[in-house]
């Protein structure tokens, strides 16, 4: 049974408008603890996503003042995404060759979920456990030879 996308994404993606200021925005990523903020213009069109070393390079060690960073200043514009149907090796080979960290899942142009290693990790252990569980049934047991 292979994954896909849909099957380990997170549905609950953060978004926020790219003019609201940065700290707002981090204020609101610690609220419903997520490391990123995906940006939007128009309440749908994706402009960028902001991560948590964003603000690390581009607000925190120039000594900006958050209050009036706005987001779209600090975002990536460049926005790697994929469908729910991708399977996860796939997603998983694309977030390694690119050194991503997060992955958007879109249907169309809509956002319905995002891929984070997190994510991955937490889901990839299960599978594993599931198919040792799996294989482990499948194997006699130690008191006995075939």
């Known amino acids: 049974m292979a994954l896909l996308a849909k099957d380990i994404m997170d549905p609950a993606v953060l978004t926020v408008d790219e003019e609201i200021d940065a700290l707002s925005c981090a204020r609101t990523m610690v609220e419903r603890r997520k490391g990123y903020a995906v940006l ?15 603000y690390l390079e581009k607000v925190v060690a120039p000594g900006a003042d958050p209050a009036k960073v706005r987001m779209r200043e600090i975002g990536t ?19 390694a060759n690119l050194g991503i960290r997060r992955m958007i899942v879109r249907s169309g142009e809509k956002v319905v979920g995002i891929i984070t290693v997190r994510n991955v990790l937490a889901n990839f252990r299960e ?6 569980a799996s294989i482990a049934g499948n194997q006699p047991s130690a008191g006995t030879l075939g």
Do not use: F
């Open 40 to 54: 939007v213009r128009g309440g749908t069109t994706i402009t960028g996503i902001v991560t948590e070393w964003d």
């Open 77 to 95: 514009k460049v926005i790697h995404s994929c469908s729910p149907d991708t399977p996860t090796d796939e997603v998983v080979a694309r977030m």
């Open 127 to 132: 599978y594993i456990d599931r198919l040792s």
